[in-house]
C-alpha cells in the first residue's frame, strides 16, 4: 500500500475500535461515561457547523473534543472502553444512534424497533431480541426524524407513518403515535450489498441447478414473470436474480417505491415513487411511472412490487408487446396471485367483465414462481407455474417444478426436494422458436422425487 494511502488510513481509523468490538453493548459503567461527555459535548461544541464537514474531518472533532472531556473528568476507563463511547458518540451526533452496531453488522438481515426500550433483529431468517435500547422515545423520534428528513420525507402527527430509506439502500418504515400505541416504531430491511448469486441460492436450497436453467431461459425467452410470496420471503432477491439474465444489449426500466434493485446492466433507468408534500400535492404514484415508462422506449420494464391501480398498465403493457416484464406480489400462493391481481385491477375503478379481465391476466402473465421462508430460516422456491389460458370461469395453471416437503429433522430444519413434476411446459415451443435450446429431460419426474412425493 502506498504510503499516502496509508497515512490516509490511519486517520480514517484514528481512535475507532476494533471492528469485533464496535458490536459489543456498551456495560453500564461505559453508559453513563457516554451520557456524560455527549451531554458536555452538545455544551461545548456547535453540532451545527459539523453539517458543513466531510464525514472524516467531523468525526476528527468529535474525537478530540470528546479525548479532552474525558481527561477533564478524569474518566476511569480503559483506552477500548474509551474507543468504545466515543464511536457511539460519533454515531449519535452523525448516524443513527445506537443502530449503529447492529447496521454494521452483516449477519443482520432487519432491524425491528418496537418503542424505545425494545430492538430486535432477525439473523439466519430467525428473530432474536438484542439489548440495544434508546433513553426514550424523544430519542427514537429523533433519530427516525434524522433518517425521514434526509431523503426529502417528514414525520410527524398529521403524517404518523413513511417509508424512507438509508444511504445504503436499506428499506426503512417508520410509524409514530397516535397510530403506534407503545411508542415509535422503526423497521428497517437490510440493503444486501454483495448480491446473491446463482451458485449462492443454489448452495442455500432456495434452487436447483435445473430450476436454474429454466429460468435463465424463460427471461431470455422474454416470458412475463410474477414472483409472488409473503413478507420476507426473499421476491426482491429472486427478482434480482432473474434480472441477471436479461441481455445487457437491452434496456431496462424499473419502477419501485423505495429502490432497492441492483441490476448490472449498463443501460438501465431506475424510477422511484414520490409521496405527497405537506400540502398534499406533488405525489407520483407507481402507475404515473408505469404509464410514464411506456414512453421511454424499454425492452423490458421491471417493477419492484406491484400492489395497486398499476397492475392495469402493467398487464396492458405486458399484453400490447412489452413482454419480458418482471415484477413481484405478496400472495401465499400463485393462485391467489392471481386473485390479487384482479382485485389490483379493480382499485383503477374501471369495471371489467370477470371473464374478460381473467382472460386479460392469463394473456399477460405466463409464469408465476412461488417462493418461501419457512420456519428454519430458509427461503425457498416452493412451485414455479405456467398460466395455460381460460376454462370456462377460471384461469387454469401447470405446476412445472415443486417443493416436495417431507416433514422437520432434529434440529428443526425442513425436509424436502424440490424438482419437477413431470409436466413439460407449453412455452418450451416459445424457447425453441427463439432459439433457446433446453433439454426435455429437465422436466422430467425422476424416480428420486417421485418416491419423496410418495412419501408425503
Do not use: W
Not at 10 to 29: F, M, N, Q, T
Not at 269 to 293: C, H, K, M, Y
Amino acid at each position: 500500500m502506498p504510503m499516502k494511502e496509508a497515512a490516509q488510513r490511519a486517520i480514517d481509523e484514528e481512535g475507532a475500535p476494533p471492528e469485533d468490538d464496535r458490536l459489543k453493548s456498551l456495560s453500564p459503567i461505559e453508559r453513563e461515561a457516554k451520557d456524560l461527555i455527549y451531554q458536555r459535548l452538545l455544551k461545548v461544541m456547535d453540532l451545527s457547523l459539523i453539517g458543513g464537514l466531510a464525514d472524516r474531518e467531523a468525526r476528527h472533532q468529535i474525537r478530540q473534543i470528546c479525548d479532552m472531556l474525558m481527561s477533564e473528568h478524569q474518566v476511569p476507563l480503559s483506552l477500548v472502553s474509551r474507543q468504545r463511547i466515543v464511536k457511539r458518540i460519533e454515531d449519535e451526533v452523525l448516524g443513527l444512534g445506537p443502530l449503529e452496531p447492529l447496521l454494521a453488522d452483516k449477519s443482520v438481515s432487519d432491524i425491528l424497533v418496537n418503542g424505545s426500550g425494545q430492538v430486535y433483529v432477525e439473523r439466519r431468517g430467525r428473530l432474536e431480541l438484542t439489548d440495544v435500547t434508546f433513553n426514550s422515545d424523544a430519542h427514537l423520534l429523533n433519530i427516525i426524524d434524522r433518517i425521514v428528513s434526509a431523503v426529502g420525507r417528514r414525520i410527524d402527527e398529521s403524517s404518523p407513518m413513511v417509508d424512507a430509506r438509508l444511504k445504503d439502500g436499506s428499506r426503512v418504515n417508520a410509524i409514530i403515535p397516535p397510530l403506534a400505541i407503545d411508542g415509535p416504531s422503526l423497521s428497517i430491511r437490510r440493503f444486501v450489498v454483495e448480491m446473491l448469486s446463482i451458485d449462492d441460492l443454489i448452495s442455500l436450497g432456495s434452487l436447483t441447478k435445473p430450476l436454474t436453467d429454466v429460468l435463465s431461459a424463460v427471461v431470455r425467452a422474454r416470458l412475463n414473470v410474477l414472483v409472488s410470496g409473503g413478507t420476507g420471503a426473499g421476491k426482491t432477491t429472486l427478482l434480482n436474480i432473474l434480472s441477471g439474465f436479461i441481455p445487457h444489449s437491452e434496456r431496462i426500466v424499473t419502477i419501485e417505491d423505495s429502490a432497492e434493485l441492483q441490476l448490472r446492466q449498463p443501460h438501465v433507468v431506475r424510477l422511484e415513487t414520490r409521496p405527497p408534500n405537506i400540502e398534499g400535492r406533488g405525489a407520483v404514484t407507481q402507475r404515473d411511472l408505469v404509464r410514464n415508462s411506456l414512453r421511454m422506449r424499454p425492452d423490458r420494464i421491471v417493477i419492484g412490487e406491484v400492489r395497486g391501480g398499476e397492475a392495469l398498465d402493467m398487464l396492458q403493457a405486458m399484453n400490447t408487446g412489452h413482454d419480458g416484464s418482471l415484477t413481484t406480489i405478496h400472495a401465499n400462493s400463485p393462485r391467489d396471485a392471481l386473485g390479487r391481481v384482479e382485485n389490483m385491477v379493480s382499485m383503477t375503478g374501471i369495471a371489467f367483465p370477470a371473464h374478460a379481465l381473467r382472460a386479460q391476466i392469463a394473456s399477460a402473465i405466463d409464469i408465476i414462481i412461488q417462493i418461501e421462508r419457512h420456519e428454519d430460516g430458509r427461503r425457498r422456491v416452493v412451485s414455479l407455474q405456467e398460466t395455460n389460458g381460460m376454462e370456462g370461469e377460471i384461469i387454469t395453471t401447470s405446476e412445472i417444478f415443486r417443493f416436495n416437503r417431507r416433514g422437520l429433522d432434529a434440529a428443526g430444519n425442513v425436509l424436502g426436494e424440490l424438482g419437477p413434476t413431470g409436466v413439460v411446459p407449453g412455452f418450451l415451443r416459445r424457447l425453441r422458436e427463439r432459439g433457446i435450446e433446453l433439454p426435455i429431460e429437465v422436466f422430467r419426474d425422476d424416480a428420486d422425487f417421485a418416491a419423496g412425493r410418495r412419501k408425503s
